[in-house]
């Protein structure tokens, strides 16, 4: 959906049952709301809700880096959640604890979800790696706890490798390059070229991407790995600059997407191309969940809140942690339960849904326990647009049109084909 100003935004109408993107930014912020939550009893015991949050603990850069990541980050927007979370259960009669348990190296991430379900932490609110999350997983089978993963996008994670006990708030690398390839079919910028980091997850980005142009309609005039370096991260000119500006030389494309996760060349490949050319994918224009550049639809509140708690902007990783947390508030008030497993049932009804400052109500997919959600596209200083964009339908909701849809998922859930 492409954003005209920062007060208009485009509508998509759909037939019949087909579900209605935000018409307007003013209707839009006001945040659709849920239906009235149950009063509590005068004489029902309070109900106490305990959170767990798993995380590996984040090494300090060895050198300077402006955009590394803070120690807190995830862990700053599970706690302003919490608070969200406490407003509303003081009239409900519920109360929220938040377990932190933060992993030095060697540290087991098993043991350490063992021991939060063991104090009664059954909803668990992981950033690990996607083998990790499985090994947790796996241990906490049959047990009272859900596992909200917010950190590891990998399409395996909601396909082959999907469990019952994992919910996931992070988005999948896939619904990130359906975004973008979904932006550039709409802007009829057809012709893609790729270029590939060395890393593991460059090329998954990669695998992403290439199912996302197909998907899409989109035509891949190249696919080249990247082997220059981080020249992203050095600052003299050298030889290998100059044989990286030819690199470029020829490249027939609307668009370079790089798939550089680490952050090793992508921002160096902007305007360092032969010809002028646009980036995107892990650098430029770069979709994402949220940025400090988001302030439609009522998100200014949220970001205000976050940077007078925090004092930095909030970043996607705060931002998924915050709507799992979120979710969880929202569904206890509705089901009236401290129960993980009544809690972690209650998210997945077809009617639950919760508001997450994006103009449409978010709600988790049955079939791959994925949260479904608009895709920001971004660059450092401005929203340019909004995936689902105008025209791609969906019998559902043009949300599902982001991701591995259901025929296409090799999720077996549902159907009772995985753990």
């Not at 120690?71 to 302003?80: L, Q, T």
């Not at 964009?389 to 969906?394: A, D, E, N, P, V």
Request: glycine fraction near 8%.
């Amino acid at each position: 959906m492409r954003l005209v100003s920062g007060t208009r935004v485009l509508a998509l109408v759909c037939a019949s049952a087909w579900i209605i993107l935000p018409a307007t930014a003013d209707r839009a912020a006001a945040q659709p709301a849920s239906p009235p939550a149950p009063s509590a009893s005068p004489a029902a015991p309070a109900q106490d809700i305990h959170i767990g949050y798993l995380a590996n603990r984040r090494p300090a850069p060895p050198i300077y880096d402006y955009e590394d990541d803070p120690a807190d980050v995830g862990i700053a927007g599970a706690r302003i959640a919490m608070k969200d979370n406490a407003t509303t259960g003081r009239l409900v009669g519920q109360t929220y604890a938040l377990d932190e348990s933060i992993l030095d190296k060697g540290q087991s991430p098993v043991d350490a979800a063992k021991a939060l379900v063991d104090k009664g932490a059954g909803l668990i609110v992981a950033d690990l790696p996607a083998d990790e999350l499985l090994a947790v997983s796996d241990a906490l089978k049959g047990r009272d706890a859900t596992i909200l993963n917010i950190g590891a996008e990998d399409d395996r994670l909601r396909n082959a490798d999907c469990r019952a006990n994992i919910d996931h708030f992070a988005p999948s690398r896939q619904m990130l390059t359906d975004a973008l390839a979904q932006f550039l079919s709409a802007q009829r910028w057809r012709n893609v070229f790729m270029v590939v980091g060395l890393d593991p997850a460059d090329t998954l980005y990669a695998e992403a991407m290439r199912r996302s142009v197909k998907k899409f309609g989109l035509k891949l005039t190249g696919d080249k790995p990247w082997t220059f370096g981080p020249l992203a991260r050095q600052r003299a000119d050298g030889p290998i600059r100059a044989d990286a500006f030819i690199f470029t030389r020829g490249v027939d494309a609307d668009m370079i997407v790089v798939a550089d996760e680490a952050g090793n060349f992508g921002d160096f490949v902007q305007y360092h191309t032969a010809e002028p050319k646009l980036i995107g994918g892990t650098q430029g224009l770069t979709p994402a969940t949220w940025s400090r550049v988001l302030d439609a639809w009522g998100s200014a509140q949220l970001q205000n809140r976050f940077v007078r708690t925090n004092k930095r902007p909030m970043r996607p990783l705060d931002y998924q942690a915050w709507t799992a947390i979120r979710a969880i508030g929202e569904a206890a008030t509705r089901a009236h339960s401290a129960s993980a497993k009544e809690i972690g049932a209650y998210m997945l009804r077809q009617d639950f849904e919760i508001a997450a400052f994006k103009g449409v109500p978010v709600s988790l997919r049955t079939w791959d326990r994925q949260l479904r959600q608009p895709i920001l596209l971004v660059q450092p200083k401005m929203l340019v647009s909004l995936s689902p964009q105008t025209g791609f339908l969906h019998p559902i909701t043009p949300l599902d049109s982001l991701g591995s849809d259901e025929p296409e998922s090799g999720c077996k859930i549902r159907s009772g084909g995985n753990p």
